[in-house]
């Protein structure tokens, strides 16, 4: 079983040395993961870290109740911390699994590349696959291979002083498209919503109405003339009436006289295409 190396407080140091072929491994600042693992540690506790080389059948310290911090419990100090371990000797039996080396860790520091709010010294960045959340690597253990994979994509490095959030590198994209995508229908549903009211508003007040109709006159038709006379006029206190003459003759008497001028009426009581017709004025 390989035996545990215990890490020192200093300034932020490594004394491990990656092999060349694992230069892929480090940032756009050129440092290898051993020397980034000590800048994530150190964020926690007063920048100030030394990361040791490691011999031969051992394994670096995993958080203890003591020791973990959300920089030490975050996905990138475990996936930096196997990568420095793998790339000074190549060997599985050296690296520990995401669910050994976080047992003690709360969950609430699990579950982040890199602790909110907090940045690096000298603005360092963390490579993309160094961001990746350690339970997508097969059995749950830092698999260089599918490492080499990441970083081939080309993504670039992550600040976390530049970004308001410290989630996975996926998760911003993600949410942020549903969120747009939610906007972009609620926008277009009170778009329709309008457009569909206005054209509602248009049809009815372009509807065609009824004709206006007299509020103060009515014809009636004489018996056995088959025309209709010219309308009766109604006057507030005396009114007239034409009324055509009888027999071959084809001169009207015009009859005009006063009357007891009928109670007063409001003018909506008249007849009009919304109100009753007044009644017939009885012949004299």
């Not at 907090?118 to 160094?130: D, R, S």
């Not at 007299?214 to 006379?229: A, C, I, K, Q």
Request: glycine share 8%; proline share 9%; hydrophobic share 35%.
């Amino acid at each position: 079983m390989a035996a545990a190396l215990h890490l020192h407080f200093r300034n932020i140091v490594s004394n491990a040395t990656c092999l060349s072929q694992f230069s892929w491994m480090e940032n756009q600042e050129q440092k290898d993961p051993c020397l980034l693992v000590a800048y994530v540690i150190a964020a926690c506790v007063g920048n100030s870290w030394t990361q040791p080389a490691l011999p031969a059948g051992y394994k670096y310290d995993a958080p203890d109740n003591s020791t973990a911090t959300s920089c030490y419990c975050s996905w990138s100090c475990y996936n930096l911390m196997m990568a420095c371990t793998w790339c000074q000797n190549p060997n599985a039996n050296e690296l520990s699994s995401w669910n050994s080396f976080s047992e003690y860790c709360p969950s609430s520091y699990t579950n982040e590349y890199f602790p909110s709010g907090l940045t690096l010294l000298g603005n360092q960045t963390i490579p993309y696959w160094a961001s990746i959340d350690p339970t997508q690597w097969t059995s749950g253990i830092f698999n260089e291979a599918q490492a080499l994979q990441y970083s081939g994509e080309g993504k670039p490095d992550l600040d976390p002083g530049a970004s308001s959030g410290s989630k996975s590198s996926d998760l911003g994209p993600i949410v942020g498209g549903t969120v747009g995508g939610a906007a972009l229908v609620i926008i277009l549903a009170i778009g329709i919503y309008f457009f569909c009211k206005r054209r509602r508003y248009n049809r009815l007040a372009t509807a065609p109405r009824a004709g206006p109709q007299s509020d103060h006159s009515m014809s009636f038709l004489h018996p056995g003339t088959g025309s209709s006379p010219a309308p009766m006029s109604y006057f507030t206190g005396a009114y007239s009436s034409s009324v055509p003459a009888t027999g071959n003759g084809s001169q009207s008497i015009f009859t005009s006289f006063s009357a007891t001028p009928p109670p007063h009426t409001d003018a909506a009581s008249y007849y009009n295409a919304r109100g009753p017709r007044p009644p017939a004025i009885p012949m004299l």
